[in-house]
Each structure stands twice: as structure tokens, then as C-alpha cells.
């Protein structure tokens, strides 16, 4: 069974930084890609950032550009989301994410780390 832990939550001012980690544990796969998704209170899970492995390129939702990076470990298929300047809006359960393939649906998430700003 392959399981996504993530960790690196918590407590953090506005205009503050973070940084997730996601590691895999349990039986080891191959994915085209990681990523990072986010869910406020009362709204959609949402897309944050990801990872693709075989070129190392990074996609970003527009309202973190520029303020949270996006970083891994293929061989060990971990991944980082370094967030800054941490805004009111940032606050959810944040949630990583492992696609085995390109352009289908993911396939493993991990169970959330809560991320709280406070002003």
C-alpha cells in the first residue's frame, strides 16, 4: 500500500514562510508527478503546484506564483512546497499528490497537514 505523509504544518504570521514536506512511505512507484492541493473551510480542493519529473518543470496556481516554490526527489519521491510571504487567503488543510501518469487523475493523496496564518 502506498501511503503520502506529509508534515511541515502549522502556525505562521502573515508575510511568513513555511515549508511542507511529503514523503512516500509503503510499497514504492514510479509518478510522472507531485504536486500540492489545498482546501479551505467551505471550499473546493484546489490546485497549488507540481512537479514534473521527467523535465523538472513546475506549474503554479496564479495566486501562488511567485511566493511558493515547489521542489523534489525523484529517487525518493518526496516533495516540498517552500512557502513566503504567507498571505490570509494561504490558510488550509494542504495536501499532497501523486500522479502515476500524465494528464490522468491522481492517483494517491496524502491525509493533510493543517496551515494557519494569523494576522
Known amino acids: 500500500q502506498v501511503q503520502l505523509v506529509e508534515s511541515g504544518g502549522g502556525l505562521v504570521q502573515a508575510g511568513g514562510s513555511l515549508r511542507l514536506s511529503c514523503a512516500v512511505s509503503?510499497?514504492?512507484?514510479?509518478?510522472?508527478?507531485m504536486g500540492w492541493f489545498r482546501q479551505a473551510p467551505g471550499k473546493d480542493r484546489e490546485f497549488v503546484a507540481q512537479?514534473?519529473?521527467?523535465?523538472?518543470?513546475?506549474h503554479y496556481a496564479d495566486s501562488v506564483k511567485g511566493r511558493f516554490t515547489i521542489s523534489g526527489d525523484n529517487a525518493k519521491n518526496t516533495v516540498f512546497l517552500q512557502m513566503n510571504n504567507m498571505k490570509p487567503e494561504d490558510p488550509a488543510v494542504y495536501y499532497c499528490?501523486?500522479?502515476?501518469?500524465?494528464?490522468?487523475?491522481?492517483?494517491?493523496w496524502g491525509q493533510g497537514t493543517q496551515v494557519t496564518v494569523s494576522s
Open positions: 512537479l514534473l519529473w521527467s523535465d523538472s518543470s513546475t
Open positions: 499528490a501523486a500522479r502515476r501518469f500524465l494528464n490522468t487523475p491522481i492517483n494517491y
Open positions: 509503503g510499497r514504492t512507484f514510479s509518478s510522472a508527478a
